[in-house]
T-cell receptor
């Protein structure tokens, strides 16, 4: 089955770029997602990437996928204090409605 | 409705009592998922339903946990004889296509 791993904590200065990394084990993972969770709130889908893509950009967010190394990253440009949250990487395999497998989450702290 | 609705938002129960958590998915979403998130941890898959197919119960931690869903409508997650270790946020998500999981805000369960 799928296993997803993330580093647990990242601290960046406001205005710098943040890079959150994720590795996964299931090479058949078809869709890979990034979710954001703010304190006391639910999960917000930030972006996703299909496995036949290497990169996806959406405003300040850039997702890079290295299928060979099974490595996914999320880059947040010009990080703001409002970006402070927990970021979850998740993957699912092809086959209709397979379940999402989540990493443990990376806590991003943005300081002045 | 516009989003996934979960109720109650908070539940405090005494150890040994049964609890029932409810999830109203987005209309037309055929797949429905339950996850558990313990304090400071990632999301743990519990169960998912897809249409009228047999549910995937592989994530249920014990036989005290059960869930039902009729067709593509409401789902209930029941925890019998609750234990303190069951304290967590229980999140529900629904999905229509191969991407676009939408999560509810969760039910925070506290067993005292």
């Amino acid at each position: 089955g799928e296993d997803v791993e993330q580093s647990l904590f990242l601290s960046v200065r406001e205005g710098d770029s943040s890079v959150i990394n994720c590795t996964y084990t299931d090479s058949s993972s078809t869709y890979l997602y990034w979710y954001k969770q703010e304190p006391g709130a639910g999960l917000q889908l930030l972006t996703y990437i299909f496995s036949n893509m290497d990169m996806k950009q959406d405003q300040r967010l850039t997702v890079l996928l290295n299928k060979k190394d099974k490595h996914l990253s999320l880059r947040i440009a010009d990080t703001q204090t409002g970006d402070s949250a927990i970021y979850f990487c998740a993957g699912t395999a092809l086959g209709g409605y397979n379940k999402l497998i989540f990493g443990a989450g990376t806590r991003l702290a943005v300081h002045p | 409705g516009a989003g996934v609705s979960q109720s109650p938002s908070n539940k405090v129960t005494e150890k040994g009592k049964d609890v029932e958590l409810r999830c109203d998915p987005i209309s037309g979403h055929t797949a429905l998922y339950w996850y558990r998130q313990r304090l400071g941890q990632g999301l743990e898959f519990l169960i998912y339903f897809q249409g009228n197919s047999a549910p995937d119960k592989s994530g249920l931690p014990s036989d005290r946990f059960s869930a039902e869903r009729t067709g593509e409508s409401v789902s209930t997650l029941t925890i019998q004889r609750t234990q303190q270790e069951d304290s967590a946020v229980y999140l529900c998500a629904s999905r229509k296509t191969n991407y676009g999981y939408t999560f509810g805000s969760g039910t925070r369960l506290t067993v005292v």
